[in-house]
């Protein structure tokens, strides 16, 4: 079984809230930056990731299955629980897989509205390498360069 189509929503983050609002689930990576509205997203968007307690049933939500919720930091956002923008990012820049379009357009943004500074988020020290290397990208993002 699949969720209803994001395209039957005027925007994925009312698509996110609709799906998960209100369940034991924690919008995690890109789910997780397009519901805190740091990258736009994509057209067409087939699925969601969380982490859950347990498998759900939708084919379309990508549960990554954790014990406890207790490790995870995030917040509650009406009926939607999100990780926040320090562990997202952690998330991401851990996992070799993540989108780095999104995570780099999600630290561009969050580089021009924190006055061009990274200074307020926390690195984990085992992400540092990675991390200062996107950072040259997200500077230049919207300058093309």
């Known amino acids: 079984m699949r969720t209803r189509p994001c395209d039957e929503y005027i925007s994925n983050r009312a698509w996110f809230r609709d799906t ?8 995690r990576g890109t789910s ?14 087939t699925e969601i990731d969380v982490y859950a307690k347990s498998q759900g049933h939708y084919e379309n939500i990508n549960y990554h299955v954790i014990e406890s919720f207790d490790e995870i930091e995030h917040i509650l956002h009406g009926n939607v629980l999100c990780s926040t923008f320090n562990q997202t990012v952690n998330d991401m820049l851990q996992d070799e897989n993540s989108d ?10 969050y580089y021009f509205a ?3 500074s990274f200074d307020e988020l926390k690195i984990n020290p085992e992400n540092t390498v990675r ?3 996107l950072i040259e990208y997200a ?4 300058s093309g360069g």
């Open 131 to 133: 991390f200062n290397t």
């Open 20 to 27: 998960v609002g209100g369940e034991n689930l924690i919008l």
């Open 139 to 142: 500077m230049e993002y919207y």
């Open 114 to 116: 924190h006055n061009e």
């Open 32 to 45: 997780a930056l397009e519901y805190l509205e740091l990258f736009d997203g994509y057209t067409g968007e």
């Open 100 to 109: 780095e379009q999104a995570l780099c357009e999600a630290l561009s943004n």
